[in-house]
């Protein structure tokens, strides 16, 4: 299959947060005056992502509607809020993360990630991004200065759909004025990246940074996407 655009996902593929979901929920706390130990946050990590993919789980669709994207967000820091003991500042710590998050200073590229952008632009390839996030994304990439390798940036609380909905690959494709089967996809959750792509006739390219799976479609790293895609030179 040859492409002419690739489109990537953002969570754990683009970027990740800065300098850690602990630490950031940690500096909240301490804003609001609460003294904690950063370790008490990092031994509840385990209990908020268990959390996260329990809704995941029951019904991903909230992907696809801004206020249940921000109910589901919010919930799951005041989980964690009541879990460190604060009672009713629990909501208002929640928000606060919530905020946090939708700052640059909260998130970094990997390391592979500008060399990347920038060698697909100097090919000419085509870029965008198709993510299951709040509609403060392109905002968000904008103020990080990534916005202009991308001709457009597709949230699913933005427009409505989320991942791995064949509509929201098809709506990249309809934007950037491609056929389906010349995009490749990038993304790191095998569900909602690689089976949303296949789904909509895109090449689906898993990003496993942690190494741990073992499919035909997977790279490691964005160092190797082109020769991954057969792209030589």
């Not at 870029?127 to 457009?152: P, Q, V």
Request: aromatic share 8%; charged share 20%; proline share 3%.
């Amino acid at each position: 299959m040859n492409c002419s655009a690739v489109c990537f996902d953002v969570g754990n593929t683009l970027l990740r947060p800065y300098p850690g979901v602990a630490q950031v929920c940690h500096q909240v706390l301490s804003d609001m005056g609460h003294s904690c130990e950063l370790t008490e946050v990092e031994t509840m990590m385990p209990l908020v992502d268990a959390h996260y993919e329990d809704a995941y789980s029951r019904d991903d669709t909230f992907w696809a509607d801004e206020t249940a994207t921000v109910e589901i967000w919010t919930g799951m820091y005041s989980m964690l809020g009541h879990r460190l003991g604060l009672g009713a500042d629990s909501e208002l710590f929640a928000q606060k993360v919530f905020d946090e998050f939708g700052q640059e200073q909260s998130w970094e590229p990997f390391e592979d990630v500008l060399p990347a952008l920038q060698r697909l632009a100097s090919r000419g390839v085509r870029m965008a991004i198709i993510s299951n996030w709040d509609s403060r994304l392109e905002g968000l990439l904008l103020d990080m200065g990534l916005t202009h390798y991308f001709e457009t940036v597709i949230s699913s609380a933005a427009v409505g759909l989320r991942k791995p909905d064949p509509r929201i690959f098809e709506l990249a494709c309809d934007r950037l004025g491609v056929a389906s089967h010349e995009v490749a996809h990038v993304g790191d959750h095998h569900y909602a990246d690689v089976v949303g792509a296949s789904s909509a006739g895109l090449r689906p390219v898993l990003i496993d940074r942690t190494d741990a799976h073992r499919t035909q479609f997977r790279i490691t790293t964005l160092d190797c996407l082109e020769a991954h895609l057969g792209w030589s030179g």
